[in-house]
């Protein structure tokens, strides 16, 4: 496993995620403990991108249970169809939000934040958790976070 990522702090977005997906890849291969994997994960983007927050959450007895993020505290529980992340997990889909307080049902863990996206990783065709990733501006999200986001799901679904 390598020691530390490389990115490059100066290219585009697009060029940050098409440096970041091979090393993340990299950096659970041969690893089968999803925790240790979506630690590193939360981390390396974070590290890439500078996120507000970044973070999983995991399905466990019919809600969403915090799993690892990095950034400030957050809810530990969320209901289905409720706030971003349930209404992902409920329509099985990508929801980018350019202003959180524009989404009814908002779940505001943190004041800071203010645009959203969160991807679900869909296995056997359930949801088993999603992706939350928060900016401390508005709009910080588009079509390009989200399709390579959605590229690390099935990559996140192998060790699930
Ligand atoms: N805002 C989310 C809740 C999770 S925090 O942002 C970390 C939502 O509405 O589901």
């Not at 983007?45 to 466990?60: C, D, P």
Request: aromatic share 10%; glycine share 8%; proline share 4%.
């Amino acid at each position: 496993m390598a020691e530390s990522l490389l990115i490059d702090h100066s290219a585009t977005k697009e060029e940050k995620y098409q440096a970041i997906l091979p090393q993340i890849e990299a950096l659970v291969f041969g690893e089968e403990d999803a925790y240790a994997n979506l630690s590193n994960i939360a981390a390396a983007l974070k590290e890439a991108f500078g996120f507000f927050w970044v973070g999983f959450y995991l399905v466990k007895g019919g809600q969403l249970v915090l799993g690892p993020f990095q950034g400030p505290i957050a809810c530990t529980r969320i209901n289905y169809g409720k706030g971003v992340c349930g209404t992902a997990w409920e329509k099985k889909k990508t929801l980018v939000v350019p202003n959180v307080d524009e989404f009814p049902g908002h779940i505001a863990c943190s004041s800071g934040s203010k645009s959203e996206i969160v991807v679900p990783c869909i296995k056997e065709n359930e949801v088993k958790l999603v992706l939350d990733i928060d900016s401390d501006n508005f709009a910080s999200f588009d079509e390009v976070d989200a399709r390579y986001l959605e590229e690390l799901m099935p990559v996140i679904a192998k060790f699930l």
